[in-house]
């Protein structure tokens, strides 16, 4: 039997859409999408607005499209969204929308294919659905066998080369489908494409989180006309970032859930969907909509500590500014809460509970008694067990409580109340969805965990032995003698760089009390200054007693940060801390201290930052930040504290958000022995078979994955010279798609401690020259496909970022050659120094356009040189080369020099590669129609060359 063509897929869609109540209208190129437009916004409006016989004339037609023809992608989806003023020829207004986003279901539906635009170059388009006649969703189809992946990318390449075309309406696009017919997933489309990643598209799903990948069960679910349509309207948000976010399925279906139990009873519920899954966007939207319904006075998002508070806020008008109001006292909050303007209060339960139990605002609070008050409880957790909750509950009669939590408190994990264990369902009632962590591993929603434990205990002689106590847990003494922690932070400091795969990622290091921490910071700082170490460390704690999370443990119980705290011990932990403090301000330039709480809150804002940007390169924590702290840049946690349950997995979960294809798990080292620990909040939290989806595979594993995929390499490709002899296209696919995996694999395999050389069967060099290859035909398909050639390699993805290194750029080499003038270049350091030079001018990615010219200086200029002369000859040399080439460039292509620099400096500022209206500016003479095409293809490559060789890459 022969497989599915792509031509027979489309047809097969578009047959299934006009079965659906989707008409079906032939639209070939821009002219024809134009007239078919008029027509629907006519058609919509007169049935929207009950404007009758409503036509358009070519002058009133021409304003919207003015209007239409307006801004970047997302400047355009908010115009869709809004209405617009038309002046009609008689001088009457009137106001016309473009998507009925209330009623999504009273908009015009229809789907077209093979519609061609011209931009860089002509592009056709497979399948297009038009909602009033813009086009809102854009499918991409690739034949049955053919990797998902393949339409992603085509959708990058036509971004850049032809959707802003003409009228540019194809940058009305707010969703995309990519589907093989196998498997099926959509995204949000965005202004830029350096925001598209793969790691953002998404299978759709049932309620009960089973997957519909097919594309013909996808279609029936998720592209029926008032679904799809209730997507864009409800379920997107554009951010205050500019950024176009769609919602996922478990999202959705966690928000109409709840609506609807809002609009239907007056019960509580909760809902569980695992750490990392985006919870704060669902709860963010849930506000949204809830505050809007008629029979609602007010909704208030409670927190349970000021950081939380302050998080929370960020986050919620990173999606939409303006969109919460938060309280910095009690006074305040009751002044928002009896605000009619006010309609979502954020707000941490100790302040709520100020409001409701003070005399002094007894007066101000009486009139909300009655009121329709939603409440939703962000990680309803310990704080929800205690009087605050019951208080609340008591005190507004017409309330309603609705709990998020990525870990509930269960029967296993609950502590005593009242003489009683409460868990989350005693006080929230029913879960109205569940989305656990095995849920979303499987969705590749967040990232597997790579737990290690190191310590004597370990059997085997491995990377991972450390003769150090780690069962001894209670014994203080033995856990926090000076031996062991010198030897932990040796460890530390030694594989640190392995595991973040610095300065791509970057870790925290809980430990179990300040005293600990204290002592551990001050062996960093001794240990950093005494190797001349680069590594950045900083750390947050709290001074009193005990640190606003003090539940990190996963007891639910106070968890004392000193025991017997004495108020001279207090004064020691905060003058440490702001000797901390000093260390960070003198390291960024900050002004920090503890001298009011303000101040010690505003360096918390700033750690947070700081932490996030990858700035930090380890942050050392007791309590703070192991819950509710997001940044996806930070992969490794190390672990001196026990933990367990609900707090080992919140702690374990800060490093396994989704970032790129480099981080492939979040790392956890233990210098304790969780493993017991660790199995069982895994299962209490999933199910009991769910460590094998939760935890990566043992090391070895890998590495005969990676040792069968050197066998396969090599039976295509014997010798590295043998990759030159492949015979067509064909095997040349073969090499890469086989050489790839290589690399996926070894990306996972080096940030194992275990991780030796000699475990693998391609050496290392053996690899770098493989890799040298593989680049060859990178670069190549990249040239041949600025010619427009066409090639089945066009399309494939080389996983780039998985070669890409930052830290290995041209100033990393002029370094190098300094360290090797310094050695007198000889020797086996000598040696080994040119060696690492020439293996990065020929492996890295970044440096290979530049390969030449740096040979040249090392051949013409470095003979001579002092050591501290290198960098200085380097500048003047490269000045000398840019120059010419740009010189060149201009004369050559008949380019005018100062609008050339303009762009050069545009492009600097904003990584966007110049449009076709850029380039025919920057001519000297504009190309005639029939050469313009090839005018523009020709010099944008000229000019990407320049800019890949001379700015790209410097460091």
């Known amino acids: 039997m022969a497989i599915q063509s792509e031509a027979a897929l489309e047809e097969a869609l578009i047959k299934q859409l006009q079965s659906m109540e989707y008409s079906r209208v032939e639209i070939l190129d821009e002219s024809a999408m134009l007239a078919n437009l008029r027509r629907q916004l006519e058609l919509h409006n007169e049935n929207t607005h009950h404007i009758p016989n409503l036509r358009f004339s070519d002058k009133e037609y021409e304003q919207i499209l003015n209007k239409l023809n307006t801004g970047n992608v997302f400047d355009r989806a908010e115009i869709l969204r809004d209405k617009f003023a038309l002046k009609r020829d008689n001088g009457d207004v009137i106001w016309i929308t473009f998507l009925n986003h209330v009623d999504w279901c009273q908009n015009e539906f229809q789907v077209t294919n093979q519609i061609s635009t011209e931009g860089n170059r002509k592009n056709r388009y497979d399948v ?23 339409a992603f990318d085509q959708i990058i390449r036509y971004k850049h080369e032809s ?93 109409e859930a709840l609506i609807e139990k809002v609009k239907t009873s007056k019960s509580n519920a909760y809902i569980w969907h695992t750490t990392g899954s985006g919870k704060t966007l669902t709860s963010f939207k849930t506000s949204q909509i809830v505050a809007e319904l008629p029979e609602v006075d007010k909704v208030v998002f409670v927190v349970d500590r000021k950081d939380l508070d302050y998080q929370t806020e960020r986050e919620f008008n990173h999606f939409e500014e303006g969109s919460v109001d938060s309280a910095p006292n009690t006074s305040e909050l009751v002044k928002k809460l009896n605000d009619p303007t006010s309609k979502i209060v954020l707000t941490t339960i100790q302040k709520l509970n100020n409001a409701i139990t003070r005399d002094r605002h007894a007066i101000k609070m009486d009139g909300l008694k009655d009121k329709r008050v939603i409440f939703i409880f ?56 569940k989305y656990l962590i095995v849920d979303a591993i499987r969705d590749e929603n967040v990232l597997r965990f790579s737990v290690e434990y190191v310590g004597r205990y370990k059997k085997k002689e491995s990377g991972s032995h450390l003769d150090i106590d780690v069962e001894s847990i209670d014994t203080k003494e033995l856990m926090e003698a000076d031996d062991r922690l010198n030897k932990i932070t040796d460890y530390i400091i030694d594989h640190h760089r392995q595991k973040t795969k610095h300065p791509d990622f970057t870790a925290m290091f809980c430990v179990d009390s300040v005293d600990s921490l204290i002592r551990y910071y001050d062996l960093f700082k001794q240990k950093i200054a005494e190797t001349g170490s680069d590594l950045k460390i900083a750390t947050i704690f709290s001074y009193q007693q005990n640190e606003a999370n003090p539940e990190a443990d996963g007891t639910g119980d106070v968890i004392p940060e000193d ?19 000093n260390d960070y301000n003198e390291m960024f330039g900050t002004k920090f201290s503890t001298k009011d709480s303000q101040d010690y809150y505003n360096y918390y804002k700033d750690i947070a930052k700081r932490v996030r940007q990858g700035q930090v390169d380890i942050l050392l924590v007791v309590n703070m930040f192991l819950t509710g702290f997001d940044s996806p840049r930070l992969n490794t946690l190390y672990v001196d504290k026990n933990l367990k349950y609900h707090g080992l997995i919140q702690a374990f979960s800060r490093t396994n958000r989704i970032l790129n294809d480099k981080k492939s798990q979040g790392n956890i080292i233990c210098f304790r022995n969780l493993k017991e620990k660790t199995d069982e909040a895994i299962a209490l939290f999933s199910n009991k078979d769910a460590k094998e989806t939760v935890l990566l595979e043992p090391y070895e594993n890998y590495v005969e994955k990676y040792n069968l995929a050197v066998e396969a390499l090599l039976a295509l490709t014997p010798t590295v010279s043998s990759v030159d002899d492949l015979q067509d296209e064909n095997e040349q696919l073969l090499f890469v798609t086989r050489f790839r995996e290589l690399l996926k694999l070894k990306n996972v395999i080096t940030s194992f401690t275990d991780y030796k050389e000699g475990d693998l069967a391609l050496t290392e060099q053996g690899f770098e020259d493989y890799k040298s290859k593989y680049l060859d035909i990178y670069e190549r398909v990249k040239h041949e496909n600025a010619k427009e050639k066409d090639s089945i390699l066009n399309d494939v993805d080389f996983e780039i970022v998985l070669i890409h290194r930052d830290q290995i750029n041209v100033a990393y080499i002029i370094l190098l050659l300094t360290e090797w003038l310094k050695n007198g270049g000889k020797g086996k350091k000598g040696e080994g120094i040119k060696k690492q030079i020439d293996d990065y001018l020929s492996g890295e990615i970044q440096l290979r356009s530049k390969r030449a010219l740096i040979e040249q200086f090392i051949e013409e200029s470095l003979s001579g040189l002092s050591p501290d002369g290198v960098a200085e000859e380097f500048e003047v040399f490269w000045a000398r080369k840019k120059k010419a080439a740009f010189d060149t460039l201009c004369q050559s292509e008949g380019v005018n020099g100062p609008k050339l620099q303009a762009l050069l400096e545009g492009y600097e500022f904003t990584n966007q590669a110049p449009r076709s209206e850029e380039l025919i500016e920057v001519l000297e003479q504009k190309p005639k129609i029939l050469e313009r095409k090839s005018t523009l293809v020709r010099v944008g490559d000229a000019i990407a060359r320049f800019i890949d060789t001379f700015i790209e890459g410097m460091g």
């Open 563 to 581: 025991d017997g705290v004495t108020p001279e011990k207090i004064v020691y932990s905060r003058d440490k801390l702001d000797q901390y403090i």
């Open 378 to 433: 962000d990680e309803c957790h310990r704080s929800q067990f205690g009087e605050n909750h019951k208080n609340i509950k008591q005190y507004f009669s017409n309330c309603q409580m609705f709990g998020f939590t990525g870990t509930p408190i269960l029967e296993k994990n609950a502590s005593l109340h009242g003489g009683r264990k409460q868990t989350t369902a005693d006080l929230f009632g029913t879960c109205l969805h």
């Open 163 to 255: 959707y802003d075309a003409g009228y540019g309406l194809f940058q009305y696009v707010q969703l995309f489908v990519i589907s093989n017919g196998v498997n099926t997933k959509y995204f949000s489309n965005n202004k830029s494409i350096k925001e598209f990643t793969f790691k953002q598209t998404f299978f759709w799903s049932t309620k009960e989180n089973k997957r519909i990948s097919d594309l013909h069960d996808f279609s029936a679910e998720f592209l029926k006309p008032c679904h799809v349509a209730k997507m864009i309207s409800r379920y997107m948000v554009l951010t205050v970032d500019k950024l176009l976010l769609v919602m996922r399925p478990y999202q959705y279906y966690a928000v």
């Open 128 to 150: 297009t659905i038009l909602i009033n006649g813009l086009p809102l969703v854009q499918i991409e189809l690739k034949r049955r066998g053919m990797d998902l992946k393949v």
